[in-house]
């Protein structure tokens, strides 16, 4: 059962050596991957490294465009000022000077709205790109630490595999020395169990199973005492056969008299409406 159990193990797991091949190889496959993750994570904080002096750039030029966007809207607001002022302090009866200041007070509404949607576009370009440049700082301070991190980790396993090779190798021949050791101890130790247990059992057994033998041999064949029981359930039956026969009989009498009243009173039955309906019809005028 030991050796069943080794045999699915390694099916399953493999064997020692294959185990430490496979530690191996995992290693090699995650290293491999961890370095070229770090490339990649390095060429991309070097990209944003360029890029993030034309990013600054762009807010600098955004924040000028949108002063110049706040002035533009003061003066829109002071036309507009001034010309409301003019509608409300002009006291005249001339109705077409009236609607002439009321014209340029609605152009001057006009303009500031066109002024006020330019600055909102100015100001939401500005904000976005403080917050964009802003938030790229952070995520990418974050992705610095997170790449040294694995950095240093791929330069201790390749460090640490590279000078403990040998120590793999070393316990790859250790176990599977160890494993043929334990494989015959075992195999010794149940050949002495094994050897043990059989005279144990040829000493107990033995003497039951040659005085069984001698009994069968010398002993009755055929049991009285099953012969006699026999005989008895043969005229038990054929007893109790004569008392089931008087009684089917008596049943079979009694059945066939009761099927024929029935039958006889049916058909009086039926003779009595069919004449009861002819005289009907001869009553019927």
Do not use: C
Not at 16 to 23: L, S, T, V, Y
């Amino acid at each position: 059962m030991e050796r069943i159990g080794n045999v699915w193990m390694k099916m399953t797991r493999g064997d020692i050596a294959a185990r430490f091949d496979k530690i191996r190889k995992v290693y090699l496959d995650v290293a491999g991957e961890t370095r070229n993750q770090v490339e990649r994570e390095t060429r991309i904080l070097e990209a944003y490294r360029d890029f993030r002096g034309a990013m600054k750039q762009s807010e600098v030029l955004a924040l000028d465009v949108l002063k110049t966007a706040e002035e533009k809207l003061a003066a829109a607001k002071a036309a507009l000022k001034a010309a409301v002022d003019k509608v409300s302090a002009f006291a005249g009866d001339d109705d077409a000077a009236r609607a002439t200041l009321e014209l340029d007070r609605d152009e001057a509404l006009r303009a500031l709205q066109k002024e006020e949607k330019r600055y909102q576009v100015a100001k939401d370009l500005s904000d976005n790109i403080t917050i964009g440049y802003n938030t790229s700082e952070v995520v990418m301070t974050r992705l610095i630490q997170t790449t040294n991190a694995k950095e240093r980790i791929y330069a201790q396993a390749v460090s640490f595999f590279g000078t403990n090779e040998t120590v793999l190798t070393a316990l790859t021949a250790t176990f599977t020395g160890m494993h043929g050791l334990h494989e015959s101890t075992q195999t010794v130790e149940a050949m002495k169990k094994g050897i043990d247990e059989s005279l144990e059992t040829l000493s107990d057994i033995g003497g039951k199973v040659q005085e069984a033998a001698v009994r069968a041999g010398y002993g009755p064949t055929v049991s009285a005492a099953a012969v006699k029981k026999l005989v008895e359930s043969v005229v038990t039956f054929q007893e109790r056969s004569q008392t089931i026969i008087a009684e089917m009989r008596k049943a079979a009498t009694e059945n066939s008299k009761e099927i024929r009243e029935a039958v006889e009173d049916g058909k009086k039955r039926l003779a009595h409406l069919v004449e009861t309906g002819a005289n009907a019809a001869l009553d019927k005028p």
